[in-house]
């Protein structure tokens, strides 16, 4: 009867391991709609009006936005726009929000109940990275969240506008692997009522998330391919030791850092949304990798992986809506030359590279006339062939049943022609997506269709060729509003803590 008793328990730890990364699985988080937010910076010496920028957000299908405080002439240019618009309580105003209901009261008043139901407000940021930007002014932080949300009861819009605070993701200490994240303890007297109060009000925690600094900060630890969502062959994945998630991009893991970071502080229904994230186009002689093809890279894979609903490792599924930083150019932003180029567009509208969403119905998909097809690399070697084959028709998801044997692309029978294949099913799958065509190195881009008369390619518009049009997407791409040009060169200083020695040594194993 022992012996039955003892095998019984450990099954039951056996069960317990297995089912480790979903016992904290918050089923409430899979409610949320999956968008994509773009900041708008105001540091701009030739600022568009409010309703020219209103115009570039109808545009460009923008139906999501962020405004750094709560300017009177944006508002009144958002209203019957149907965006839907999260304002800001700037920094500056903290304080006396914080230590006075009334001042608070005042400020949702005039801000918000005085441009409702006329403007979609449906968000209200407390602050910006306060903890790390305004330490000072931390202890009243949850105080004028409790004011502003109590000003919401009584106007009875509490339940259609959420309150949050944005935080710099460097509040996260041991962020890998991400199952032994926490809080930075000197802060849990104001993190842990903050997460709290979001939790009794059905709000979420809002989140910077910055790859391109993690990377910077890394001193080569940590790949780009790793930060620009490239995809991954399995031996380069991150594997979270704990777990045993497989982690394939920067972004993923810290956000799975802060789930992680919550549930041990007994917080397990509070969604992530990432407020800010981007990648800079342009950069001084030391921002190497500060280029437009790597913005370009982040900003299209980001969007995708968001909008796709594909989750994260340990929430797969469940949406992490992410506003990209930012709409403009900045050329009036203090700093390093990167400060300036986080924009897609210039101040005149124009693009500052077309994102590469084929098919989407997203931002800027513009490109769905180039017929361009991704191959396997003339000369590449034959075991990273076939292992960039391996991943793709595995983790890749890729259906690669036309290249069994008996049907129309098994022929020619080579690593090389069915890497080919795979990839290109791969690159019209995510839409053509920038950074998708490259398989460590052993695939290229070309316009030439590689198809025969049995076999055609997803890209040739062939029986195979769904791909290219896509599966219409309806654009949930969100802007931002900035009248401080939003977060600073401060981000270089703090980024930094997020790439602890766990992640040196995990990711040093790797490369």
């Not at 305004?134 to 004028?144: M, T």
Request: proline fraction near 6%.
């Amino acid at each position: 009867m022992e012996k039955k008793q003892t095998k019984l328990a450990m099954m039951g730890c056996f069960l317990l391991l297995l089912l480790l990364p979903f016992l904290f699985f918050p089923f409430s988080l899979a409610d949320g709609d999956a968008y994509i937010g773009v900041n708008i910076g105001t540091a701009l010496s030739d600022m568009p009006s409010p309703t020219q920028v209103v115009a570039l957000l109808k545009s460009q299908q923008i139906r999501h936005i962020r405004l750094y405080d709560a300017d009177m002439a944006m508002l009144t240019a958002l209203a019957k726009s149907g965006i839907e618009v999260t304002v800001t309580v700037p920094n500056e105003q903290l304080l006396g929000i914080g230590q006075s209901n009334a001042t608070a009261a005042k400020w949702v008043s005039k801000n918000v109940v005085a441009h409702v139901p006329a403007v979609n407000i449906t968000a209200i940021a407390i602050g910006s990275e306060v903890l790390t930007a305004l330490p000072n002014a931390a202890l009243v932080l949850v105080s004028a969240m409790k004011f502003v949300h109590s000003a919401l009861v009584a106007a009875n819009l509490d339940r259609k506008i959420k309150v949050s605070s944005p935080h710099s993701s460097s509040i996260i200490l041991d962020s890998f692997p991400p199952s032994q994240a926490f809080f930075n303890r000197s802060w849990e007297p104001v993190i842990v009522p903050m997460l709290k109060l979001l939790q009794s009000t059905d709000s979420h925690l809002m989140l910077n998330v910055y790859p391109y600094y993690d990377y910077m900060q890394s001193n080569g630890v940590i790949p780009l391919d790793y930060a620009l969502f490239r995809p991954l062959p399995p031996n380069k994945e991150a594997v979270d030791a704990n777990t045993l998630l497989h982690y394939t991009n920067v972004f993923d893991a810290v956000v799975d850092a802060a789930y992680f970071a919550m549930a041990y502080l007994n917080i397990t229904n509070v969604p992530v949304v990432v407020l800010e994230s981007g990648w800079p186009s342009k950069g001084s002689s030391d921002e190497p990798d500060a280029t437009i093809e790597n913005s370009n890279t982040y900003n299209s894979n980001l969007i995708r992986h968001i909008l796709n609903k594909t989750g994260t490792p340990k929430h797969p599924g469940v949406a992490v809506p992410t506003y990209i930083y930012e709409l403009y150019n900045e050329d009036q932003k203090p700093g390093a030359l990167s400060e300036k180029n986080w924009g897609l567009f210039d101040a005149n509208g124009l693009p500052v590279y077309e994102l590469h969403l084929s098919g989407s119905g997203m931002i800027l998909a513009n490109d769905t006339a180039n017929q361009t097809f991704c191959v396997a690399k003339d000369g590449a070697d034959a075991k990273m062939l076939q292992a960039a084959l391996d991943w793709a028709c595995g983790p890749g998801k890729v259906d690669c049943s036309e290249l069994l044997q008996g049907q129309s692309c098994y022929e020619p029978d080579s690593v090389g022609a069915h890497a080919s294949y795979a990839f290109d099913s791969y690159y019209h799958k995510m839409g053509m997506a920038s950074g998708t065509c490259y398989f460590n190195g052993v695939a290229a881009i070309t316009t030439s269709d590689p198809s025969s008369d049995s076999c055609v390619f997803p890209g040739s518009g062939g029986k195979n060729g769904t791909f290219l049009n896509g599966t219409t997407t309806e654009s949930n791409v969100t802007a931002e509003t900035s009248s401080g040009g939003g977060s600073s060169h401060r981000h270089q200083q703090q980024y930094g803590s997020t790439v602890t020695w766990a992640l040196v040594i995990a990711m040093a194993s790797l490369i």
